[in-house]
């Protein structure tokens, strides 16, 4: 059984389209939290949420938008996508917010 | 704010030797700290931790690795470093209380080549 699944696993899109990424888990963690991978593999996390509420929201713009509509399931939304997107999207998840936290198999988004 | 180094960007070995991978990090008090393995289009997966107690942690696939406070490192390392062993390293670090709180900092990453 999956832990922390993903999908899709590969997205590619034009700019200005809106897409989501849905991402769950089955580990029965109260926290999950988004990331982002550039090109240069430096990972950088965006959002992290306890227990379905906002723990964590970096610096990233406002056309991303996370949504956890259970402790399971948090999805992201990207709202009129830019080149600059292009990246792989990691989920994870974590009992606690300072407790190990697993990984999914990663989201490559392509912006064309 | 937490900040994590790994000096060396790429490093070959040879198949059966010794490897260790540093990593430095930067924090006011004592974090926690992770290594990550993430192979080729996969995601990542935990080697080993620290959290606290016992500076010498092990972890999955023969590695360990060692926490020193006084030279802020958590270098890892493995004795016989196997084929399989290619991929990409990353070291973590994670604050316990602060502003950072619950935030998992990474470095850069350290990518392994090993030759037959």
């Known amino acids: 059984d999956t832990a922390v699944s993903q999908t899709p696993k590969y997205l590619v899109t034009q700019m200005g389209n809106d897409k989501s990424i849905k991402c769950e888990q089955n580990?029965?963690?109260?926290?999950m939290y988004w990331y982002k991978q550039d090109s240069k593999k430096f990972l950088k996390i965006m959002f992290s949420?306890?227990?379905?509420?906002?723990?964590i929201n970096e610096t990233v713009p406002n056309r991303f938008s996370p949504k956890s509509p259970d402790k399971a399931h948090l999805n992201l939304h990207i709202n009129s996508l830019e080149l600059g997107d292009s990246a792989v999207y990691f989920c994870?998840?974590?009992?606690?917010?300072?407790?190990?936290?697993?990984f999914g198999p990663g989201t490559r988004l392509t912006v064309l | 704010a937490q900040s994590v180094t790994q000096p060396d960007i790429h490093i070959t070995v040879s198949e059966g030797a010794s490897l260790e991978l540093r990593c430095n990090y930067s924090y006011g008090a004592t974090p926690y700290l992770f290594w990550y393995v993430q192979s080729p289009g996969q995601g990542l997966q935990l080697l080993l931790k620290?959290?606290?107690?016992?500076?010498l942690v092990q972890g999955i696939k023969g590695f360990e690795a060692e926490f020193k406070r006084s030279q802020s490192s958590f270098n890892l390392r493995k004795p016989s470093v196997h084929w399989s062993d290619a991929a990409e390293y990353f070291c973590?670090?994670?604050?316990?209380?602060?502003?950072?709180?619950?935030?998992?900092?990474f470095g850069q990453g350290t990518i392994l080549t090993v030759h037959p």
């Open positions: 949420y306890n227990n379905k509420e906002l723990i």
């Open positions: 580990l029965g963690h109260d926290t």
């Open positions: 973590a670090v994670g604050a316990p209380g602060g502003t950072s709180y619950g935030k998992l900092t």
């Open positions: 620290y959290f606290s107690g016992d500076t």
């Open positions: 994870a998840s974590s009992r606690g917010l300072t407790d190990t936290q697993y």
